[in-house]
C-alpha cells in the first residue's frame, strides 16, 4: 500500500502514539526493503491537532487486528465486516456502539491462509449487489503457500447467516502471479453497471522496473472490469475498451496505474481512484473508460523525472494531488452521502496513511481543467488505513496501528 519501507520492524504504541524503532526509520529512509505498513507517521505539533480538526473521529469498534478493510453487506443496517491483513475477517455490530462505549471486534465471518508480510494479506471484499438473495461476496487476498499472487476468490454466506457460521470459499475468480511484495492494490467494488473492479497495482519494486504501468499485454498496474455472473470464473464484459486490440488484456478498464489500493463509485458512478505516488506526488483521479493515468510517464501532473520533457499526450491529470510534505501514502475514501455531517455533504472524503490527514474534496464537474477545490479537514495521529461507508452513507475509518475502526462525526 505504501511507496517507501522497511522490512520486518515492529510498530508500537503508546498513550495513541505510534513509535517507531530506530532500525525502523534507518531502513524506510535507506528503502532497502520491501515496503510495508509500518510507515513513520508524520505527526502534527504538539497541542495543534485539535485547534484544526472540522470533523471528529469517534472510536466505535476495538480489537482488530491490523485492519485492512471496512464492508457493509447490502440488507444490514449496523453490521460491518472488518477485514484483518493476517487474513481473518471478523464482524461488527454498531448497533448500540457508542464513544464511551466501543463495540468488540465480533465472531469470524471467515479465515483464509495468507501471506501477511509486506504489503500482502487479506486486503479486500466486495459484497455482490444481490447478497441479500444469493449470499455471494469476493475476496482479494495473498494465498501463504506458493509464489506471491493475488486470487479472487468467491466466497457464500447468507446474510442471516452472518457471525453465525463461517463462510465458505467456492470458487477461485482471478490469479495474477506478483513479481514483488509491494504495489499489489487491493480494493474490490461493484460499479452501478454491476460489473467487479479489482484493483492492481504495478507489481512493485520502485521505478516499476518491469514496465508494467504502460503495458496493456499484463494486467499489473491496471483497474480491471469483469463479469463475476460467469459459469465459470469470469466473463469480459464486451465493452471494455481494449476487447479488440492485438497483444492487449480485455479485463482492463484503464492503465498507467502505480497502486490504486483504495477506490470507489461517487453516487452519479463516477469511478475515483486513489493512486499512491513514488516520489514527490499522490493523486485522486476520476478514471473512465481506456484511461492511462501516466505512470510511470507521469507522477500525478508532472513528468515522473523532473529533468525530462516527458510526452504527455494522450495522459489523464488526475482531479486532485498533493506534495510530501503532506504525506506519503494516500488512502482514497468515499463521496459522502450522510446527513450527521452537514460540511461533508457531497464530497469526496480521503486521507493520507502516514501523515494521518484527511481531505473533503468537492467533485467537479468535468475533469478537465484546474485541480479541484479541496478542504483539509484535520490531522490525527492514526494510520488510516481504510474507509468504510455505511447504508445511510455516514462514513468510518480504520486504524491500522492500534486496530480501531472509529466513525466519522
Known amino acids: 500500500m505504501l511507496k517507501r519501507g522497511i522490512g520486518i520492524a515492529l510498530v508500537a504504541t503508546m498513550g495513541g ?13 535507506l528503502e532497502e526493503f520491501t515496503p510495508i505498513y509500518t510507515a513513520p507517521v508524520i505527526k502534527p505539533a504538539k497541542g495543534r491537532e ?18 485492512t478493510d471496512i464492508q457493509f453487506p447490502p440488507g444490514s443496517t449496523n453490521l460491518a465486516v472488518v477485514l484483518e491483513q493476517g487474513g481473518t475477517a471478523k464482524l461488527l455490530d454498531l ?29 479486500g471484499l466486495a459484497f455482490h449487489p444481490d447478497y441479500p438473495q444469493n449470499g455471494l461476496f469476493y475476496v482479494n ?49 461493484f460499479g452501478p453497471d454491476g460489473m467487479l473492479y479489482i484493483a492492481l ?4 519494486w520502485r521505478y516499476d522496473p518491469r514496465g508494467h504501468g504502460q503495458n496493456l499485454g499484463t494486467l499489473l498496474g491496471s483497474m480491471l472490469r469483469v463479469d463475476v455472473n460467469a459459469a465459470k470464473g469470469y466473463a469480459v464484459p464486451p465493452d471494455n475498451p481494449f476487447v479488440d486490440r492485438e497483444g492487449a488484456r480485455p479485463e482492463i478498464w484503464a492503465y498507467g496505474l502505480r497502486n490504486p489500493w483504495r477506490f470507489s463509485f461517487a453516487s452519479d458512478g463516477r469511478l475515483l481512484v486513489a493512486d499512491v505516488g513514488q516520489n514527490n506526488f499522490e493523486e485522486v483521479n476520476v478514471v473512465q473508460k481506456g484511461d492511462n493515468l501516466g505512470w510511470k510517464t507521469r507522477e500525478a501532473r508532472h513528468c515522473f523525472d523532473p529533468n525530462e520533457d516527458c510526452a504527455t499526450e494522450g495522459l489523464v491529470d488526475p482531479i486532485f494531488e498533493y506534495p510530501r510534505e503532506l504525506g506519503l501514502s494516500v488512502t482514497g475514501g468515499y463521496e459522502y452521502t450522510g446527513s450527521r ?13 502516514t501523515s494521518g490527514h484527511m481531505w473533503a474534496l468537492k467533485l467537479p464537474e468535468k475533469r478537465e481543467g484546474p485541480m479541484a477545490d479541496s478542504q483539509l479537514l484535520g490531522r490525527w495521529p492514526l494510520l488510516i488505513s481504510a474507509f468504510g461507508r455505511d447504508a445511510q452513507g455516514e462514513l468510518y475509518v480504520a486504524d491500522w496501528g492500534r486496530g480501531l475502526v472509529l466513525g466519522v462525526f
Open 17 to 29: 502514539a505510534v513509535v517507531l524503532n530506530l532500525l525502523t526509520i534507518q531502513r524506510w529512509l
Open 50 to 67: 485539535k485547534k484544526t480538526q472540522l470533523v471528529s473521529l469517534v472510536p466505535l469498534g476495538t480489537g482488530f487486528v491490523r485492519p
Open 95 to 123: 448497533s448500540d456502539a457508542s464513544a464511551n462505549a466501543p463495540a468488540a471486534s465480533g465472531a469470524v465471518v471467515f479465515e483464509v491462509p495468507v501471506r501477511s508480510i509486506a504489503e500482502l494479506g487479506l486486503l
Open 141 to 189: 487476498y495473498n494465498p501463504a503457500e506458493g509464489e506471491i499472487r493475488t486470487v479472487v476468490s468467491e466466497w457464500r454466506l447468507p446474510l442471516d447467516k452472518l457471525g453465525k457460521t463461517p463462510a465458505v470459499e467456492v470458487r477461485t475468480i482471478l490469479s495474477v502471479v506478483q513479481p514483488y511484495q509491494n504495489h499489489n492494490a487491493g480494493q474490490l467494488a
Open 201 to 204: 497495482g504495478d507489481g512493485g
Open 341 to 353: 455531517v452537514e460540511i461533508l455533504k457531497g464530497a469526496y472524503v480521503f486521507a493520507d496513511f
